[in-house]
């Protein structure tokens, strides 16, 4: 299907859902990020080197919403790690679509992350690739890949990206 | 007013109103910074804490026009400070409204710093947290509040964000 | 010409174009990169001094496609530098025109760079001034500046940004 099936409200749209998703995050309304995704999904935060050649471990890997949840759940009362602030930049999405249902979605995102000596950092860089389908009426992430760059993480990656 | 309140014609002029509010700063046109916003209005860059707690100290606070005025002569003939280039970054606006005549917008910002090293910093990232009205049928901050995560800042805040 | 020339259309158009130019070099698809031009074309990659007062150098000139073609022939066979991953960040496209053919956008950008040791660093944050025309039908860059803030340049500056 050529990119005409891209229509300016559905561009609009799916803007509107990368914008919403990472003000979710950085607002720290993290119960709220399963709802970003259908509930047969898959989410991964995985390095550049692996996707390129294939390897499949990833640094965060859910394949339902109920993983999703249980991933804040554990980051709201198991894990211990430094108390931190995110703040995503993102640009440029490119979409596509071969059937005017599954649309296809690459853009670059860029995490900065400020701790307590309040400097903020460039903490990790990459690209979204993204599977977005409508859900009972609504853009959901049946897959979203955070492919990353910046493959020496320096705290441990709790929050997702 | 639910959110198909905001047209694209809307949305795109919202855009443009904040792109353009960059573009003037980075440009260094800061006499033309006060046209951005109404007469009676509000600007402020406050640390986030300050701002989640409800504490009122900010780093930059004026609260008309006159007074966004008078800081950019300050800038100019008063203060004394390193010479430095701003470049922002903008992304993920999420625009909302209550009555269809005032617009919530909330949008993420990261600010690079470029001295005379010839380095580029992370110098401030945030969020910007806008009210824009139409004065005289032109789109215009009616309060804008830069709440910034980086709460250790390197160098005389003079230029706004 | 005022601005109402520039339909939401033709708006989302040139973002496309300014979106899938990043993509295609954080992709290392740059034997792609010269389609983004005219045959007839300018691109530089110049510091803000030299361009502030209208000196001519230029880390990178290229006046036609032809030698685009060779920028990346040299790129891929003969120069020798670091092995190093790109990641764009564009933001605040502003577009003008006088005439209705020839389209100025001037956007923001940040160049973060991650080498084997894989941290990623801030390492060309500057403005795009370009003009855009239609070329057989598909928008295209006759002109394209990068005028960077970073002059302190850290490694071989090879790849275009």
């Given at each position: ?16 859902l990368l ?36 390897l499949?471990?990833a640094?965060?890997w ?7 949840e ?5 980051l ?16 440029n ?8 249902e599954?649309?296809h979605?690459?853009?670059?995102y860029?995490?900065f ?13 990459g ?6 389908v409508?859900?009972?009426?609504v853009?959901?992430?049946k ?19």
């Open positions: 299907m050529p990119n005409n099936a891209i229509t300016l409200e559905l561009k609009s749209e799916i803007e509107d914008n919403s998703y990472v003000q979710c995050i950085d607002d720290d309304d993290l119960e709220n990020w399963p709802n970003f995704f259908t509930d047969q999904c898959l989410y991964q935060i995985i390095p550049r080197e692996n996707h390129e050649i294939g499949p471990t640094v965060m859910c394949d339902s919403r109920g993983m999703l249980d991933r804040i759940t554990a709201r009362h198991a894990n211990v790690y430094q108390v931190q602030w995110y703040r995503h930049i993102i640009s999405p490119v979409i596509t679509t071969d059937d005017g599954t649309f979605v690459q853009s670059n860029a995490v992350k400020t701790c307590n000596d309040g400097e903020s950092t460039v903490y990790n860089v690209r979204y690739v993204d599977e977005i409508r859900d009972k009426g853009l959901k992430f897959k979203r890949s955070a492919i990353y760059d910046t493959h020496r993480i320096t705290t441990l990656l709790v929050i997702p990206v």
